[in-house]
């Protein structure tokens, strides 16, 4: 499997740090607003990844943060009236109903910055006994930028060229620092802001570090993809390279992953510019699902221009899919009950279907090729749509009915009725249930018999069985 790291600037062959497995870390949004549909741009990419991954057969752990600490979520709160916990409160929930609208799979662990505070403290303190880091009279802390002598490295820029930068930024700046690259790791608190006690002032952290901890507490010092947006890219990644790299004295992150724009009118989408859609506005206008389809029809690191008659062609493009595959179901429910098995012929066509499985995969195992991977998904439906008829067997229309439904997942796009996907799952519940009595676990038993009454679902133990039916 390929990638493209930012890093080297080189397609590399992926090789996990631990056999079998992959550390990933992805930036998260910070919660301020409803998240636009350019900040899912990240999610639903770095979701698509980390499902081929799984899909490999990969255990991903996979830890998004939540940025729950900034002037931006402070100023709100201050034009609300309220405490800014209660905003990121919000948004952190907002953002979550939105991402399971997108079908974006919940982390393995979406850590708070306000949560891993301690953490910071110990790698501040860190930072300052190895040297790398400095308190100023007023509590700031700053990284010592220029000791760390690979920086720059993940960004391409040399020190030069980002001297001639800040020093713009510093003239009409108050700052303080004792060299104009060194950014801020601890800063003291503001009138009537959230703050934590530190051994150098009461404040806040610095937006950087908080990743850099986060990732060293769930996924530890080295971790395999690092990924975000391109505008991370400097200088908050380089930022956590360096902060991480001379805390912790190893490689960071292997491999760096970015995705390249939403624009709308060839311009980024952003809220500062005002020239978004929140997820939320553009899900009344369209169902999600096409939204998903329509950001993984272009390859992550191009720009992806967001306008309606795009859209309307994504929307085509699935309605495709969808067609090709309720045509199989439809075959399914009106079978006459005689021809079961499959016949040698069907065989030969099914073993064919193996060969678009093959370019899906060859396309996903090239960097993420999500473009070329549902060109392989169209070629599939062609052949499907003319390899089916009445005439069929059951198992064959089911075999080519789960090809569909294997592709697709792997984009997170769902074919399944919903009420197919609910029985499947009542159903592993059941099973789960009857393992757990067997083994005498009735705690567990009694949980999962109160998660289906949540669900609506009503058991009943019958002498035939377990029973279930809709309350
Ligand atoms: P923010 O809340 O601004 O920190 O953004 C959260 C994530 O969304 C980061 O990974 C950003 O790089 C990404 N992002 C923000 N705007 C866009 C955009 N227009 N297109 C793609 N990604 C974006
Ligand atoms: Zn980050």
Not at 209 to 221: F, H, P
Request: charge should be negative; aromatic fraction near 10%; charged fraction near 30%.
């Amino acid at each position: 499997m390929k990638i493209y790291n930012t890093l080297t600037r080189k397609k590399e062959e992926f090789i996990p740090l631990e056999s079998g497995k992959v550390k990933m870390y992805v930036c998260g949004p910070t919660v301020y607003n409803f998240i636009h549909i350019g900040n899912a741009r990240p999610m639903v990419v770095f979701d698509t990844v980390r499902r081929y991954f799984e899909y490999k057969g990969y255990e991903v752990n996979y830890v998004s943060n939540f940025t729950d600490v900034d002037d931006k979520i402070i100023k709100k709160a201050v034009e609300e009236g309220v405490e800014s916990s209660v905003i990121s409160k919000r948004y952190i929930e907002e953002c979550k109903k939105d991402m399971k609208a997108l079908n974006v799979k919940s982390a393995t662990k979406h850590p708070l910055a306000t949560e891993e505070i301690d953490g910071m403290l110990e790698m501040i303190k860190n930072l300052i006994e190895k040297d790398f880091a400095y308190a100023k009279e007023d509590g700031t802390v700053y990284f010592r930028t220029r000791k760390f002598k690979e920086y720059g490295k993940l960004s391409h820029k040399n020190l030069d060229d980002l001297q001639t930068g800040h020093r713009q930024i510093q003239v009409s700046g108050k700052e303080d620092k004792d060299d104009e690259l060194d950014f801020v790791l601890w800063k003291p608190k503001k009138e009537g802001e959230p703050f934590w006690e530190s051994p150098w002032c009461e404040g806040r952290p610095g937006w950087h570090i908080e990743c850099s901890v986060m990732a060293k507490k769930y996924l530890g010092d080295e971790i395999d993809i690092h990924a975000g947006g391109e505008d991370l890219i400097f200088p908050h990644h380089e930022n956590e390279i360096a902060q991480s790299e001379a805390a912790n004295g190893k490689l960071f992150a292997r491999y760096w992953m970015h995705n390249a724009f939403l624009n709308i009118d060839n311009v980024k989408m952003s809220k500062s510019a005002g020239n978004f859609f929140t997820v939320r506005e553009i899900s009344e206008r369209y169902d999600l699902q096409v939204i998903r389809f329509f950001m993984l029809s272009a390859h992550y690191r191009s720009p992806l221009n967001f306008s309606a008659s795009l859209v309307e062609a994504s929307k085509n493009g699935l309605d495709r899919i969808i067609t090709a595959y309720k045509n199989i179901e439809y075959l399914l429910e009106n079978l006459d009950g005689t021809k079961t098995e499959m016949t040698e012929q069907e065989r030969k066509i099914w073993d064919k279907t193996q060969e678009y499985v093959q370019k899906f995969e060859q396309a996903m195992e090239d960097d993420f090729n999500t473009a070329d991977a549902i060109s392989a998904i169209f070629e599939l439906v062609k052949y499907s749509n003319t390899n089916i008829s009445s005439e069929n067997s059951k198992e064959y229309l089911e075999a080519l009915k789960e090809r569909f439904i294997q592709l697709s997942d792997i984009l997170g796009i769902t074919l399944k009725k919903e009420k197919e996907s609910l029985e499947q799952e009542v159903e592993a519940l059941i099973e789960e249930r009857q393992q757990a009595r067997k083994a005498k676990n009735f705690q567990r038993a009694d949980e999962i018999r109160n998660q289906l009454q949540q669900m609506g679902i009503l058991l009943e133990d019958t002498r035939e069985g377990v029973k279930w039916k809709r309350i």
